[in-house]
């Protein structure tokens, strides 16, 4: 079954899968969404629970990234189900969910790049690491973070709130940021943006975790954790990247296979929006001795207390 959306200038087929192969789909969505959202937020429970963590900058960013993960986990889950069960939502309910999405979807790259220049200073300049990292200037960057994101989405809702009609807002929509944002201009923004923050923080991965690299092999202390530590780093950072290159990849590979669109849809989205929040939890929190052993101890406390409830002693 299609249907098709008439858009201002064009019109977009959409299909619609059979019904065991949106079962499976769903499931495996929801499935790796409960499972990664459970590792995380425990991730974010431990942190909230040790004051050793809330002053390092280090953890800060990590569990901003976790946070990001735990919302765009959320959303991404909640757009494909919706989009399964009613197919098509209100187009303003749509722009709320996509907004945020988007915002998440853009703070996860650039708040890796700043962790690689977190990493960068700690090695190669520790005498200076307190002063240049403090909490405070910590949480600035994460506010930076959030107004880069703002404003790279805020004119397309401005765009769409001044081109499109009351009306459009009120219509129910598959949904999707191009059924959306409808103008093209908008597509044009969107790629050139995209690019130029592509570029950015690829000149700071390889700028930071090269001196990185150098550093670690003359100071022959901790070499090899270092080089897997940067590789992971740089295949998670190459993971969320690939959200700039998702529609060219799509219309790609649709043009290639264009019997196979919502399988390659499908297969796109998992492996660009899920496959990087499987394995942050893994890099940032169960790799980090100290963060494994206060989480070791939280799973620990809470299992003996499951297990071993205390008991109440009566008094004859």
């Known amino acids: 079954m299609n249907l098709s959306n008439a858009g201002r200038n064009f019109t977009t087929a959409v299909y619609r899968d059979t019904l065991n192969s949106a079962i499976v789909k769903n499931v495996i969505t929801v499935v790796l969404c409960i499972s990664i959202n459970f590792v995380n937020g425990t991730l974010v429970h431990t942190f909230t629970k040790h004051q050793v963590f809330n002053m390092n900058p280090r953890y800060i ?25 009613v197919f098509t939502v209100n ?24 962790m690689a220049v977190e990493c960068y200073i700690a090695v190669c300049f520790p005498l200076r690491h307190s002063q240049i990292c403090s909490v405070r200037k910590t949480y600035v960057v994460i506010g930076l973070i959030w107004l880069i994101s703002t404003l790279s989405i805020l004119p397309d809702l401005f765009v769409a709130l001044a081109t499109e009609s009351l009306e459009f807002f009120r219509s129910r929509v598959f949904c999707l940021r191009e059924n959306v944002f409808r ?3 908008l597509m044009e923004k969107r790629d050139v943006s995209n690019t130029v923050c592509l570029v950015l923080v690829w000149l700071s991965l390889f700028y930071t975790y ?27 950072l190459l993971l969320c990247m690939l959200t700039y290159v998702f529609h060219l990849m799509l219309d790609g590979l649709t043009y290639l296979f264009p019997k196979g669109v919502l399988d390659i849809r499908f297969t796109i989205s998992m492996f660009v929006q899920v496959l990087p929040r499987l394995i942050s939890p893994v890099v940032y929190g169960l790799r980090d001795k100290t963060f494994r052993k206060h989480l070791r101890r939280s ?13 109440t002693l009566k008094r004859p």
Do not use: E, W
């Open 299 to 311: 799973l620990l406390c809470t299992t003996t207390a499951n297990a071993h409830p205390r008991k």
């Open 61 to 85: 960013l990590y569990i901003h990234l976790v946070i990001n993960d735990i919302i765009l986990l959320t959303l991404f889950t909640l757009i494909q189900v919706l989009s399964y069960i």
């Open 183 to 185: 103008n093209p201009d």
């Open 91 to 114: 187009v303003s309910l749509c722009v709320v969910l996509l907004m945020i999405a988007i915002f998440a979807n853009l703070n996860n790259p650039l708040t890796l790049a700043v």
């Open 210 to 236: 090269f001196r990185i690299l150098f550093t670690a092999q003359a100071a022959a202390a901790d070499a090899k954790k270092a080089r897997n530590t940067v590789l992971l780093h740089g295949f998670q």
